[in-house]
């Protein structure tokens, strides 16, 4: 991992522990990989390439709405289990 990624001493910054789909992780590592870039500025990098429309949310982000079931997750907030 290249030292360009290296934030200076003292930088402000807070820990996000979130989980993700699977195919979702694998991207993250793909790009993280091609660019010798840690997985954390490839998530900034994503974030911050968001333009907010006039909602506020990201234009051309596919965001569950509210009361939707987000993929993997049943209505109860249960992880679906599936057998391999």
């Not at 997750?73 to 599936?82: A, C, H, K, Q």
Request: net charge positive.
């Amino acid at each position: 991992m290249s030292s360009q990624y290296r934030r200076p001493r003292g930088t402000p910054k807070v820990a996000l522990n979130l989980f993700v789909a699977p195919e979702v992780k694998e991207l993250i590592d793909d790009y993280a990989a091609r660019a010798n870039a840690p997985i954390w500025a490839i998530v900034e990098a994503a974030i911050r390439a968001g333009k907010p429309g006039a909602d506020g949310l990201p234009e051309g982000w596919d965001l569950p709405k509210s009361g939707d079931t987000l993929p993997g997750l049943t209505r109860e907030g249960r992880i679906e289990r599936r057998s391999a």
